[in-house]
């Protein structure tokens, strides 16, 4: 079974920066990794997801050209750089990883198998 953990978070005001790290742990090659969040009130969202080997990566709408997900095999951790945030990124991000068998892309929170605790990130204005 694999353990992810996330860290990072914080608060931050609007423009500002933030780099969340998720370290993984357990036997295993993931294909898909991924980040998602969840606001209060709200549904868990869908933000990144990111393929192992080409460096495939996908992003929802609402972060493009501000968020950039990476992934680090030989440390088994996964990064989410968040620039010029916005007091609407704030949420619970999660991290997450399949089993390594493909047919998912990556992009569903049931295309997933193991999951983070969450890490808070708050953005003021």
Do not use: H
Request: charged share 20%; glycine share 14%.
């Amino acid at each position: 079974q694999v353990q992810l953990v996330e860290s990072g978070g914080g608060l931050v005001q609007a423009g500002g920066s933030l780099r969340l790290s998720c370290a993984a742990s357990g036997r295993t090659l993931s294909r898909y990794m991924g980040w998602f969040r969840q606001a209060p009130g709200k549904e868990r969202e869908f933000v990144a997801t990111i393929r192992r080997g080409e460096g495939f990566t996908y992003y929802t709408s609402s972060v493009k050209g501000r968020f950039t997900i990476s992934r680090d095999n030989a440390k088994n951790t996964m990064y989410l750089q968040m620039n010029s945030l916005k007091p609407e990124d704030t949420a619970v991000y999660y991290c997450a990883a399949d089993r390594g068998s493909g047919g998912s892309l990556g992009r569903s929170r049931f295309d997933y198998d193991y999951w983070g605790q969450g890490t808070q990130v708050t953005v003021s204005s």
